[in-house]
């Protein structure tokens, strides 16, 4: 049923690691200066969901039984999923109430700056761990219904896609802002408000509930000791 990166392993590829891991934390270090120029208080940083949300993809995949060496391509692929915020001015993240409609699609213009970074930087180079990470940087705000970012349906979204999309949103639902009042942003309680006010329509559930299952048994270990784990 699905696709998933196998055909390449980043951590002996030469490309992977002379080229593209440093360019990964390069970025990395550029979008935690970025989140240094937005106000004090804010409290979705965006350096710090990139690493959260790449360890719970690399997570889901172990717990799938993909293998370390899809779980870790995909680790790194997600990792620089958000790197185009930067180009983005920085007053329009860390505002009080919920971004309308315009706001939000100007936002979601991140996905297509950060896929033209990678572009123009590596313009030369074929290699499948490009694509992969231009896939998810580009697609990861779509819905399997058409309705995110791009319109595309979810027959045309990889399998890397669907997965980060899910583990994207559910970060996002993890991090407390002021117009979220008092949602409930507990691990059980994001898993349910996306299982059952999204659904299908917006995820692939089959995928969904692999994610869940990995952290419900994360909640049985004990292992969320953190707010936004």
Known sequence: MYKWPDNFDFETDEICQDVFKPFILSELDKLELYDRQRPSGHTYIFHEHAQRVATNVRRTCVSMGLGDTVAQNMYWAVMPHDIGKRRLPVEIWDQEEKPDGEMKAYRRTHTQLGAMIVRDRFEGI?????????????????????????????????????LASIIEAYDGYRIWRPHFADRDITPSGVLERMREEKGEQIYDMALFEAFAKMKEADYKKGRILQRNA
Do not use: C, Q, W, Y
């Not at 995110?148 to 979204?157: A, I, P, S």
């Open 126 to 162: 074929k290699h499948p761990f490009k694509d992969l990470m231009v896939d998810i940087m580009l697609h990861h705000h779509e819905n399997m219904d058409g309705s995110g970012t791009h319109g595309l349906k979810g027959e045309l979204l990889s399998a890397p896609v669907r």
